[in-house]
């Protein structure tokens, strides 16, 4: 099969993101990747852990957090974590406008978790938690906002993957590039869990 | 045409493939709605402050951890075939990064 022939219903690959050696290679190098993306993570969330009760004159973070509005992000980031799950399974069954409508809700939801996110911390500015007014407001907002970054590249990526392939349907060459964006937004939905626990739940114990 | 011909495939693994895949979703169903129950969970265990401090920790911890499962092995497919490596990249990250975490933390900590 050519690399940019469209899979037809009856030769679609069982694994199609697996099944050039191209493929196999990203698939093998993206999972090392994010094994290294959790180191990346650790080192930011032992910094947070150290530092979390060193606030200063600052707010503390049992007075700052608002449980809920993070409680909505988490559901939201949840939630567009199962519709890019939905939305492999579509092009596994080359269901090409099913697979791009999923990857369209779960940007929508990535761009609503992010609203969520400059909201919450415009208001964490305005109760003076900037980011160099202690050790636990630069430390929050480094992990935290890494975080963001990681969701905001997400869209990024995903944008430029829906815009370029659009019109293309699915074959060897895009197949892969999909798959890849969506175990990417999974990691990044697994780091939020620890942020969403460590950061926001712990922060109210003390 | 003749090598189109050739990656055809048949009609029974073309059906076999369709109920791997409602399977596959159902999967992802019931894994959605368990990890929207343990934050809910691990929410209100904190939220309502019936739960003593230092256990109220611990158990949402214990939740994340089971929350991570969920997202790798069935959201990431990792419980399926041909994820050795995967397995090996991601198992070490995740053992470095717990040594991270301590080292770090610890050494702020101390000083």
């Known amino acids: 099969m050519n690399l940019s022939e469209r899979f037809t219903d009856t030769n679609i690959p069982e694994h199609p993101e697996k099944a050039t050696l191209e493929g196999k290679n990203k698939f093998v190098g993206f999972w090392l990747f994010l094994g290294g993306e959790t180191v990346l993570f650790a080192t930011l969330f032992g910094t947070y852990l150290g530092l979390r009760h060193m606030h200063g004159t600052g707010p503390t973070a049992k007075e700052l957090f608002q449980l809920p509005t993070v409680f909505l992000a988490t559901m939201i980031l949840l939630t567009s974590s199962l519709t890019s799950v939905y939305a492999i399974l579509a092009m596994k069954q080359n269901k090409i406008r099913a697979m791009q409508g999923w990857f369209f809700i779960t940007l929508l939801l990535g761009l609503a978790f992010l609203g969520l996110e400059i909201y919450e911390f415009n208001e964490y500015v305005h109760e003076g938690h900037t980011f160099t007014k202690s050790a636990f407001s630069s430390s929050f907002y480094t992990l935290v906002g890494f975080h963001g970054g990681h969701v905001l590249f997400g869209c990024l990526w995903l944008i430029s993957l829906l815009v370029r392939n659009w019109s293309r349907g699915l074959n060897l060459y895009n197949a892969p590039k999909y798959y890849l964006f969506a175990l990417y937004w999974h990691f990044v939905d697994v780091v939020w869990v620890f942020i969403f626990t460590v950061v926001y739940l712990m922060g109210k114990v003390g | ?111």
């Open chain 2, 1 to 111: 045409m003749a090598e189109h011909h050739h990656t055809e495939v048949s009609k029974t693994e073309l059906l076999q493939r369709k109920l791997e895949i409602k399977q596959e979703r159902k999967q992802h169903t019931i894994s959605f709605v368990m990890m929207i129950l343990l934050t809910i969970i691990a929410f209100y265990a904190i939220w309502s402050d019936k739960v003593p401090n230092t256990f109220a920790v611990l158990f949402i911890l214990v939740l994340a951890i089971v929350q991570v499962f969920f997202q790798l092995y069935i959201w990431m497919h990792l419980s399926h075939k041909g994820h050795e490596f995967p397995i090996l990249g991601i198992a070490t990250g995740i053992l470095c990064a717990a040594v991270t975490v301590a080292g770090i933390a610890a050494m702020i900590w101390t000083t």
